[in-house]
């Protein structure tokens, strides 16, 4: 058995993070100094979730897993009340038209990130306790799905359809894993279709952003602003970049940059060489996920592993989908490395659990 963490794992994160910290800087100086007469704003903000984090990452790998399916569900039912409270007006802050956000001073709380690795921890052991009944739909899948559904269903009600559908597909992965059988995911993924549908028709916003994804150029100024501007800033880039601090686009061109664009502008300043050295950082990250998970015997703790790995997973993809334009803007972070204190707390407490749990995987 093991008796040291995975540090490949934890560099890698550390790399990553403070890579993070220094594009963050990078790409918000510019707005940060017109908005706040303080170029460093924004690295501050980061700068105290990431040393916080860090903290967390250590202290959390010495807590046994057991800890965390013990509370699992007091963790979920806080969540949960966290979810409802910030929709009420006075407590939650509303930010780019969604109230998903509990102001403390210039820091802003997103309980939507912590339901995300609530419902990791709740599955996982929900999984462990009902093993044998996941192949039956109405004893196994449907008590988990109808909690998953509501928790999207508050999530939306802010709206963020983003971190929403992030929480539902890493649910998916999990339950995939979990023994639910794969023609479930087929219906699923038709009624998903069909729910798709009827999330665009309640708010025609959702069509004008599919459609300036389409044709970005039919609307330059309004919808497909966004867009287009990230490939303008992916584009000229080349082998080697700009360099350091010389992106065009951060000028006020692509709207902060600092957050869900924040690749644009390392492929702005670092060329294919930057992409090609964080996309690295992801995959080995990702990589170890799978292998912790893998190699562990512990059924939760393996349930847990496959959870955070899945989320991670797939926010990443969806980020970067969005940046080139493969998909419509959906407001998702890019972990570890776009600015937002919540997401990126959270994800450093997921990796103190997926550093935990590697102290019980065999080699």
């Known amino acids: 058995m093991r008796k040291k963490f995975d540090y490949p794992l934890l560099f890698s994160v550390l790399a990553i993070s403070i890579f993070g910290l220094i594009m963050i800087y990078s790409a918000s ?3 940060a100094e017109y908005k706040f007469q303080d170029p460093f704003k924004f690295v501050k903000n980061q700068g105290i979730f ?3 984090g860090v903290f967390l990452i250590f202290l959390i790998q010495k807590i046994p897993t057991s800890f965390f399916e013990k509370y699992c569900k007091k963790f979920l039912i806080l969540c949960i009340i966290l979810l409802i409270c910030v929709l009420i007006p006075g407590l939650g802050t509303v930010r780019n038209g969604s109230r998903s956000w509990f102001g403390i001073g210039s820091f802003g709380i997103q309980p939507s990130e912590f339901t995300k690795l609530a419902a990791i921890l709740f599955t996982s052991h929900y999984l462990v ?3 044998k009944k996941m192949k039956s739909f109405r004893h196994g899948i449907l008590p988990i799905l109808g909690l998953i559904l509501f928790l999207f269903f508050l999530i939306m009600l802010q709206p963020d359809f983003g971190t929403g559908m992030i929480l539902v597909m890493s649910m998916m992965g999990l339950l995939f894993v979990g023994g639910v059988p794969f023609q479930f995911f087929l219906k699923l993924g038709v009624l998903g279709v069909i729910g798709i549908v009827g999330l665009i028709l309640a708010a025609p916003y959702r069509l004008t952003r599919i459609l300036s994804f389409l044709n970005p150029w039919e609307d330059p100024l309004g919808s497909g602003f966004q867009i287009i501007q990230s490939l303008y800033a992916i584009g000229p880039g080349g082998l080697f970049g700009f360099g350091f601090l010389n992106s065009r686009q951060k000028h006020f061109y692509l709207p902060e ?3 869900d664009f924040i690749f644009s502008i390392i492929s702005e300043e670092f060329g294919f060489m930057g992409i090609l050295i964080v996309a690295s ?6 990589y170890r996920g799978f292998c912790i998970a893998r190699n562990c015997s512990d059924l939760f703790s393996k349930y847990v592993a496959f959870g955070i790995t899945f989320q991670i997973a797939f926010q990443s993809i969806l980020n970067l989908m969005v940046v080139v334009g493969l998909i419509p803007v959906t407001g998702v972070t890019l972990p570890f490395l776009s600015y937002g204190g919540s997401s990126l707390l959270i994800t450093l407490c997921e990796i103190g659990i997926l550093l935990n749990i590697s102290k019980k995987t065999s080699h």
């Open 281 to 286: 950082l992801f995959l080995l990250i990702i």
């Open 29 to 31: 100086y510019v707005w």
């Open 257 to 259: 940059p600092q957050t």
């Open 129 to 131: 306790k009902h093993e």
């Open 50 to 52: 990431f040393l916080l």
